[in-house]
T-cell receptor
Framework: DTAVSQTPKYLVTQMGNDKSIKCEQN?????MYWYKQDSKKFLKIMFS???????INETVPNRFSPKSPDKAHLNLHINSLELGDSAVYFC????????????FGPGTRLTVL | KNEVEQSPQNLTAQEGEFITINCSYS?????LHWLQQHPGGGIVSLFM???GKKKHGRLIATINIQEKHSSLHITASHPRDSAVYIC???????????FGEGTQLTVNP
């Protein structure tokens, strides 16, 4: 069983479209995260949720909106996609909010044309 | 300047060599994480430490809180160790991880 799963694995779309990436964890963790990895492979936190509550909301465009319907899911919706949104997006989870090992999903490679 | 600096950026070694990757940071932290990103893109957590030293198989991670420095060592390196190794710190001011730029390790047979 995959611990942290993301769908889709690849997403190719046109500028201006709206798209969603889904993340699910079956580890029973309380905290989930979204990270963006740019073309230089640099990782940066975007959001984190703890028990469905938004904890971290980094300076990302408000075109990005996370949604956590329950503790096991954290989805990322992106409106009006731009070329600069092309990146690999990783979901992760941990048992608690601080000082805990994070488990990463396989990543979603988003390409905006 | 990034709050987390790794060195070297790229490292090529021969199979069997002892490898060291360094990480320096400039902020107060509650923990430091070492991650491994496989050539296929997946990310795995190797260690989380806030003091001293941890060992797992051929991998050893150390941290010196006073000097704001951590090292990741790989003993008897193997081609399957080829990956990007990423240092990340969890700041005391919050739970967010701040990442280094990664070290690309290539181990040749």
């Amino acid at each position: 069983d995959t611990a942290v799963s993301q769908t889709p694995k690849y997403l190719v779309t046109q500028m201006g479209n709206d798209k969603s990436i889904k993340c699910e964890q079956n580890l029973g963790h309380d905290t989930m995260y979204w990270y963006k990895q740019d073309s230089k492979k640099f990782l940066k936190i975007m959001f984190s949720y703890n028990n469905k509550e938004l904890i971290i909301n980094e300076t990302v465009p408000n075109r990005f909106s996370p949604k956590s319907p329950d503790k096991a899911h954290l989805n990322l919706h992106i409106n009006s996609l731009e070329l600069g949104d092309s990146a690999v997006y990783f979901c992760a989870s941990s048992r608690r909010e601080t000082t805990d090992t994070q488990y990463f999903g396989p990543g979603t490679r988003l390409t905006v044309l | 300047k990034n709050e987390v600096e790794q060195s070297p950026q790229n490292l090529t070694a021969q199979e069997g060599e002892f490898i060291t990757i360094n990480c320096s940071y400039s902020v107060g932290i509650s923990a430091l994480h070492w991650l491994q990103q496989h050539p296929g893109g997946g990310i795995v957590s190797l260690f989380m430490l806030s003091s001293g030293k941890k060992k797992h198989g051929r991998l050893i991670a150390t941290i010196n809180i006073q000097e704001k420095h951590s090292s990741l060592h790989i003993t008897a390196s193997h081609p399957r160790d080829s990956a990007v190794y990423i240092c990340a710190v969890e700041e005391t001011s919050g739970s967010r991880l701040t990442f280094g730029e990664g070290t690309q390790l290539t181990v040749n047979p």
